[in-house]
């Protein structure tokens, strides 16, 4: 049974850093793509990065492109997701996300298996 645990969210300061943690069961990472996603209340879930299953390239949103980085630890079978320089905004609920028939893929549609996510609020 494929499962996905967020952790790590929190409130943070802009220009602070986060480390989100996608610990995942039931199934080996290197078969899946993992792609981390974003929800503001209202608004459609969109991609921020993923790590490709075929040979772990990896993709990210322009809006987050120099500033976060996508990681998997194999032995503990957990992706990360590395947030710097982060930029004040509403709270986004932050999921991460496994699919086994895709090499990589930033639309949330492309994936059949969520957790329940982590909310990340970076405020002063």
């Known amino acids: 049974q494929v499962q996905l645990v967020e952790s790590g969210g929190g409130l943070v300061q802009p220009g602070g850093s986060l480390r989100l943690s996608c610990a995942a069961s039931?199934?080996?990472?290197?078969?899946?793509?993992i792609g981390w996603f974003r929800q503001a209340p209202g608004k459609e879930r969109e991609g921020v990065s993923c790590i490709s299953s075929s040979d772990g390239s990896t993709y990210y949103a322009d809006s987050v492109k120099g500033r976060f980085t996508i990681s998997k630890d194999n032995a503990k079978n957990t992706v990360y997701l590395q947030m710097n320089s982060l930029k004040p905004k509403n709270p986004d609920v932050y999921y991460c996300?496994?699919?086994?028939?895709?090499?990589?893929?930033?639309?949330?549609?492309?994936?059949?298996?969520w957790g329940q996510g982590t909310q990340v609020t970076v405020s002063s």
């Open positions: 039931g199934f080996t990472l290197d078969d899946y793509t």
């Open positions: 996300a496994a699919d086994r028939n895709i090499v990589a893929g930033m639309h949330f549609k492309s994936y059949d298996y």
